[in-house]
Nanobody, 123 residues
Framework: QVQLVESGGGLVQAGASLRLSCAASGRTISDYAMGWFRQAPGNEREFVAAVNYSGKSTYYPHYVKGRFTISRDNAKNMMYLEMNRLNPDDTAVYYC????????????????WGQGTQVTVSS
């Protein structure tokens, strides 16, 4: 099975950009569609972005569409999340995840998860 490790989180001001990375090991990520989720204190885990096996198809919810970009590099076994125009509502722990489904925004479809990286956006 695949192991996932996120990095790149931090404290930024509103309007700033941040790039998260997800490093995979154990198996090649080309076997999986991948996604990013986030969870703020007291909230349920929330879908942020998904990318299919090849990287040619992506899927975003309305609250990040146009600001966030998901990408993957199967040769490096890496996935990324470029986040622009951050605002305090984006503050959360961000998780990368892998699924054998083709492309999904559903939390329950993802079997493999990283440990998360904290993103804090100050106003």
């Amino acid at each position: 099975q695949v192991q996932l490790v996120e990095s790149g989180g931090g404290l930024v001001q509103a309007g700033a950009s941040l790039r998260l990375s997800c490093a995979a090991s154990g198996r090649t990520i080309s076997d999986y569609a991948m996604g990013w989720f986030r969870q703020a204190p007291g909230n349920e885990r929330e879908f942020v972005a998904a990318v299919n096996y090849s990287g040619k198809s992506t899927y975003y919810p309305h609250y990040v569409k146009g600001r966030f970009t998901i990408s993957r590099d199967n040769a490096k076994n890496m996935m990324y999340l470029e986040m622009n125009r951050l605002n305090p509502d984006d503050t959360a722990v961000y998780y990368c995840a892998a699924t054998t489904r083709p492309l999904s925004g559903s939390y329950s479809h993802y079997a493999y998860w990283g440990q998360g990286t904290q993103v804090t956006v100050s106003s």
